[in-house]
């Protein structure tokens, strides 16, 4: 146990420090440190994502019974993934904290804010995702490791499968960083994000319901009155985030084919958000996932993991 999740535990901040030297020094790139910093955590996520989908399919397809039968690769993929959401924590910071560089620089002449400060408002501004990720270490990780008991390695497979959403949610943030979310890759990836997340985060929930009711025979309506109360409220924790993020994701959408965003002005539209042009205000960082329901600041994205 001790070993995989010290393989997490390097993994995935290696990976990342990896792919942010690759993009500072490949020729043909140079990115600069905020922006190596920003698109390396979101391609860390994607291939975490990636990683714990087609575990999840692993899993999944080779449980017949929804119940009893058991896969090695549950409880490993969870020992391994659990590092990620520690380190995810940490690299949604250091991506805030480079937005807030890139605005203090504009707006105060690159006075720096105290760290504390910064910290504090990080944790303000994205509370609900540091909280999902302080939940899955400190409840999902005991629970699905040690209360399961070795059973219900279908469910978790099917419900790491909900990571399927995130890889077009972390092109979407790299597209915004870039100015590119009036291109035509952004609609397509907006509307396959919408897709993804809907089937694999919010009918995820009703969909174990569903299979348990197979399982058992019984009318779907009545699986909430047998299942143990733990699996009711731990399904209602995990889906109310999910619902929300759904909301500001079909809000962003709806102004994106729409072309509300279009009617700000073309000066807004094309300023660098990475303190390239001192002088230029640089709108607040994005909250961590999806998009922002404030029309005026429709470039505004969240992440889901």
Partial sequence: ML???????????????????????????ALSEGDATIVSA??????????????????????EDVIEDQHWLTSTYILFAVP???????????????????????????????????VASYLRREFLMVLHHVVMVTICFP?????????GDYFQGVMFMAELSTPSVCLGK???????????????????????????????????????????S?????????????????????MAPQLYWFT?????AFRL????????????????DRGCCPGQGAPLPPPANGYSPVPHKADRETDTH
């Avoid at 009036?182 to 929930?205: I, Q």
């Avoid at 500001?248 to 962003?252: A, D, N």
């Avoid at 084919?257 to 660098?272: D, E, I």
Wanted: net charge positive; proline share 6%.
């Fill in 3 to 29: 070993s995989i999740l010290a393989a997490g535990s390097i993994f995935f901040p290696g990976l990342f420090l990896l792919s942010k030297r690759c993009l500072k020094h490949t020729p043909g790139l």
């Fill in 248 to 252: 500001l994701i079909c809000r962003g």
């Fill in 174 to 216: 790299i597209l915004i960083l870039y100015k590119k979310q009036h291109t035509l890759l952004h609609k397509v990836n907006g509307a396959l994000m919408l897709v993804t997340f809907f089937v694999c985060r919010v009918l995820l929930f009703p969909y174990l319901y569903y299979a348990y009711s197979r399982y058992a």
């Fill in 143 to 151: 629970v699905s490791v040690f209360w399961r008991q070795g059973k």
């Fill in 42 to 63: 979101r391609l860390v996520s994607s291939f975490q994502a990636s990683m714990a989908s087609l575990a999840g399919y692993i899993i999944a397809s080779s449980c």
């Fill in 84 to 118: 990620y959401f520690v380190y995810d924590i940490y690299a949604m910071f250091l991506c805030y904290w480079h937005k807030l560089q890139v605005k203090g620089h504009e707006e105060e002449g690159g006075r720096p804010k105290p760290m504390g400060s910064e």
């Fill in 218 to 238: 019984i009318p779907l309506y009545t699986v909430p009155l047998v299942a143990p109360w733990q699996c009711n409220v731990g399904a209602f924790c995990l």
């Fill in 257 to 272: 084919f729409t072309g509300a965003s279009r009617s700000r002005p073309p000066a807004t539209l094309n300023k660098p």
